[in-house]
């Protein structure tokens, strides 16, 4: 029995190292064809020229028998694909380590059949479309005989376990879009039709995680800004502070689909605690379709339709680089129907709780400038709005509008003349922090004020400056013996169909605003003369 053992364990070692000696062999013989047609089918499939450093091929054989069964790996360094039309260009891909398997048989298959490849530190360039056209060569190398051709390939399943992705724009003083991707998996790459994939990347700006799934393909060499792309996505915790200006942690869902040139995009987007400089933070969501160019980032927004707190917002415009721009400029047609103008407040003035409520239609033109500055530098507003039912909060403002009201209605010691609310519309035009008003009128019932002035920010200081149309004649807003000794001087306040025409200026601050008489501002009352129309108020 010994004997026969030890007989079996000899011929299993002759067997083993017969099998081995064979695939040794055959794996030599096979190593010079899967490199020359590596790089075959590599400069046809890119349209660049191929460097590859080290290749090194193994066979595993079950059966002398069954060799066409064997196993191939193949285990290789340093692949770059530069493009030879342009030596100073960054290559197209490099690959630091690749590994493929096999059966040997799929060497000889039409089209070759591969099971699995990984890659690691892969490096992708992508170029600006001009200058990548000059750059791609005729599809011809002296690496492999002329009358070699390239045969087609199946993959079932490409993956890399990181990879930076580099877009350039054609601007060279611009930096590249970078794209980290951690974790990259592709099955189904075949000659004409699209891989399908899924994917983990970081997005540059602003940064997050993104997470898709979705289709890619089929690669056009000539031009890989037409490749065709399409999937779904989630995009977690981008922090929005990046743009120095605005604030918060957005997520967002949503699917695309076109070419790497022009990617439209449908999405919804979540931001809880959504904040400006000097604001306090306010819900925002949002709906959007967007036309996205993947090889510059720009961004042309169609439309997108927000919710902010309980006010609803409907915004068009762009995201773009201009030439020479280190930033994007921010560029956007904003309108607000029914909204609340406590909203809006809250997101813009720090304070517990607003100093006015009341609803608020909204047009407005808003531009964010590539500039390096503040925030507050670099936003500009320009546009009208109209305030309706608005009711201030703050104590001692409401009680000088109530008491505003019952005056101009020549009933100043009405007490039930309360509460009253009021009426605000004009135009604004926002720049370094500072709101200029241009005809701002605020109306209460029994009077009129028209207004040009401005607000800051940040600062919270008024200066405005206009006038008062009242119902009541000048005397009848005083009492007592006042109201006797003015009655003689009604005619002279009494003008352009009003009961009193006052010359009026706001100061002070919004926590204490101050109201009187303009004492010089006569050339502003000659105005509202002229324009006033006859009876209004």
């Known amino acids: 029995m010994r004997k026969w053992i030890l007989r079996g364990a000899a011929a299993l070692a002759v067997l083993l190292l017969g ?11 096979v190593e010079p064809f899967v490199r020359e047609q590596a790089i075959r089918y590599l400069e046809t499939r890119f349209g660049t020229g191929v460097e590859l450093g080290s290749l090194r091929v193994s ?6 028998l069954q060799l066409r069964a064997a196993v191939l790996r193949v285990n290789g360094e340093r692949l770059v694909l530069p493009f030879r039309g342009n030596p100073d260009l960054p290559p197209l891909i490099t690959v630091g ?27 992708i360039n992508i170029p600006p479309r001009e200058i990548r ?13 002329k009358s070699s051709t390239a045969a087609s390939v199946v993959v079932d399943t490409i993956r890399m ?59 056009k060499t000539e031009d890989p800004g037409l490749t065709p792309i399409s999937g779904d996505y989630t995009f977690d915790n981008a922090d929005l502070g990046v743009f120095k200006g605005i604030a918060g942690i957005l997520d967002s ?76 400029t921010v560029s956007l047609d904003v309108s607000m129907n029914n909204g609340l103008i406590e909203d809006l407040l809250g997101l813009a003035v720090k304070a517990p709780e607003p100093f006015m409520r009341g609803e608020i239609d909204l047009r407005t033109k808003m531009e964010i400038l590539p500039r390096a500055e503040a925030f507050s530098e670099r936003l500009l507003l320009a546009g009208t709005f109209n305030v309706d039912q608005a009711h201030f909060l703050a104590g001692s403002v409401q009680e000088k509008i109530d008491s505003l009201s019952r005056r101009a209605q020549g009933q100043p010691k009405n007490q039930d003349i309360s509460d009253v609310l009021s009426a605000i519309r004009g135009g604004f035009d926002l720049r370094d922090g500072e709101i200029k008003f241009s005809a701002l009128t605020f109306r209460v019932p029994g009077a009129a004020i028209h207004l040009k002035g401005a607000y800051g920010m940040y600062s ?30 009604d005619p002279f306040f009494s003008k352009a169909g009003a009961g009193t025409l006052l010359p009026i200026k706001i100061a002070g ?29």
Request: aromatic share 6%; hydrophobic share 35%.
């Open 509 to 537: 601050t919004r926590a204490k605003p101050e109201f009187g008489l303009d004492r010089g501002s006569k050339r502003e009352t000659n105005v509202a003369d002229r324009r006033a129309p006859e009876g209004s108020n």
């Open 133 to 145: 056209r000059a750059a791609l060569a005729p599809q011809t190398t002296n690496t492999a005989p």
């Open 253 to 328: 869902t949503g699917r695309y689909d076109g070419v790497l040139r022009r990617i439209e995009v449908h999405g919804e987007t979540r931001t809880p605690k959504f904040h400006m400089p000097g604001g306090n933070p306010v819900p925002l969501t949002t709906r959007f379709h967007s036309i996205v160019d993947g090889t510059s980032g720009d961004t042309y927004l169609q439309p997108v339709r927000a919710t902010l707190g309980r006010s609803n917002i409907v915004a068009s415009g762009s995201v773009v680089r201009h030439e020479g721009a280190k930033r994007r």
């Open 97 to 123: 380590k690749f590994h493929l398997e096999t059966e040997v048989g799929a060497v000889w298959n039409s089209p070759r059949h591969i099971r699995d490849v990984r890659l690691e530190s892969v490096e």
């Open 460 to 489: 919270e200081e008024i200066d405005m400056h206009g006038v008062a149309r009242l119902q009541a004649k000048v005397s009848q807003t005083m009492t007592g013996w006042k109201r006797l000794v003015l009655k003689p001087v």
């Open 161 to 219: 376990d990181a990879a930076n992705l580099r877009i350039y724009p054609s601007d060279p003083a611009k930096q590249p879009r970078l794209f980290e991707i951690h974790k990259l998996t592709l099955h189904g790459t075949s000659p004409g039709r699209p891989l399908t994939f899924k994917a983990n990347l970081t997005n540059p700006t602003p940064p997050g995680v993104v997470q898709t799934t979705g289709a890619f393909g089929p690669w």
């Open 59 to 64: 066979v595993s054989l079950v059966s002398p």
């Open 19 to 29: 099998l081995g000696v064979a695939g040794w062999y055959l794996a030599r013989r």
